[in-house]
């Protein structure tokens, strides 16, 4: 499985941003896949995740900023992100967990003026 995430770049507070994150060689019909963030100097932390059944969890963080979903179709998961600030700002990550994890190699948002 191989996952790749796209859509990071910069972006001025206030703006919106929605990275895609493509599950290549999943055919899984049992998983959760997440967004996770780490920003300079702290802990990796989960973002947002969503199942296979279409239940949806967020940090408090970003509770009614963000939106997490999917395309079975596509094998494609998609983090709408709005109105972001500046704490925002962080190397992403998507993850899929089915048997064991599986990790993207990260794609960097930065949320300056």
């Known amino acids: 499985v191989q996952l790749v995430e796209s859509g990071g770049g910069w972006v001025q507070p206030g703006g919106s941003l929605r990275p895609s994150c493509a599950a290549w060689?999943?055919?899984?019909?049992?998983?959760?896949m997440a967004w996770y963030r780490q920003a300079p100097g702290k802990q990796r932390e989960l973002v947002a995740l969503?199942?296979?059944?279409?239940?949806?969890n967020y940090a408090d963080s970003v509770k009614g900023r963000f939106t997490i979903s999917r395309d079975s179709a596509k094998n494609t998961m998609y983090l709408q992100m709005n109105s972001l600030n500046p704490e925002d700002t962080a190397v992403y990550y998507c993850?899929?967990?089915?048997?064991?994890?599986?990790w993207g190699q990260g794609t960097q948002f930065t949320v300056s003026s």
């Open positions: 993850n899929l967990k089915h048997l064991r994890e599986y």
């Open positions: 060689g999943s055919d899984f019909t049992m998983y959760i």
């Open positions: 969503i199942t296979s059944g279409g239940s949806t």
